[in-house]
């Protein structure tokens, strides 16, 4: 079974800090992974996803994400953040056929 | 193209009431989801499409009914309403396979059952 976490419920940090949200994933196989976001009230945005090749994927918003595979991590990363960013962050793994399986998500505050 | 529209996005039900969730792509998309988010809980697949005339049970299928006879549409129903299945409720589409393998997902529909 394919699994997705994410051990922050809630990070909080200050504008022009840097960011790092959490993603550990299980999967048998080579897996597809993505990191979208959620503002309140709103759908899911694509910020980016990884399918193959070059382990550190650049998304929009200036967000980056990097596969560790012995690691079985994509972990979110940012260098500077902006009140904007403030959000829910979800994590998914992409399984075989037209499951996504999401972790529990990861509240963002940004304090200015 | 509008991508993934949802009606409606507020809906109020009481308990025992039916009703369907629409939603509909524009983007000639094989693959739809639906999905139901809760807090804590991230989201959880309840069916998906692979094409017309084609469904499948996800992870949460209890309660809901689904059909798709066209490719643009996905509607989902709750034939008996129960307060457990207040959540909102998000439609999703994506093309088939290789590096589209991406979901586009529709603005939600969040649902209150008294």
């Known amino acids: 079974a394919q699994s997705v976490t994410q051990p922050d419920i809630h990070i909080t940090v200050s504008e022009g800090a840097s960011l790092e949200l959490r993603c550990n994933y299980s999967?048998?196989?080579?897996?597809?992974l993505f990191w979208y976001v959620q503002s309140p009230g709103q759908g899911l945005q694509l910020l980016l996803k990884?399918?193959?090749?070059?382990?550190l994927v650049q998304g929009i918003k200036g967000f980056e994400a990097e596969f560790k595979r012995s690691q079985s991590s994509f972990n979110l990363r940012k260098p500077s953040v902006h009140w904007s960013d403030a959000a829910e962050y979800f994590c998914?793994?992409?399984?075989?056929?037209?499951?996504?399986?999401f972790g529990t998500g990861t509240q963002l505050k940004v304090e200015l | 193209n509008a991508g993934v529209t949802q009606t409606p996005k507020f809906q109020v039900l009481k308990t025992g009431q039916s009703m369907t969730l629409q939603c509909a792509q524009d983007?000639?998309?094989?693959?739809m989801s639906w999905y139901r988010q809760d807090p804590g809980m991230g989201l959880r697949l309840i069916h998906y499409?692979?094409?017309?005339?084609?469904?499948d049970q996800g992870e949460v299928p209890n309660g809901y009914n689904v059909s798709r006879s066209t490719t643009e549409d996905f509607p989902l129903r709750l034939l008996s309403a129960a307060p457990s299945q207040t959540s909102v409720y998000f439609c999703?589409?994506?093309?088939?396979?290789?590096?589209?393998?991406?979901?586009?997902f529709g603005p939600g529909t969040r649902l209150t059952v008294l």
């Open positions: 999703a589409s994506r093309e088939r396979g290789g590096s589209t393998d991406t979901q586009y």
């Open positions: 999967y048998g196989a080579t897996p597809y």
């Open positions: 990884y399918f193959s090749g070059d382990t």
């Open positions: 998914a793994l992409g399984g075989g056929g037209n499951k996504l399986t």
């Open positions: 983007m000639n998309h094989e693959y």
């Open positions: 499409s692979v094409g017309a005339g084609i469904t």
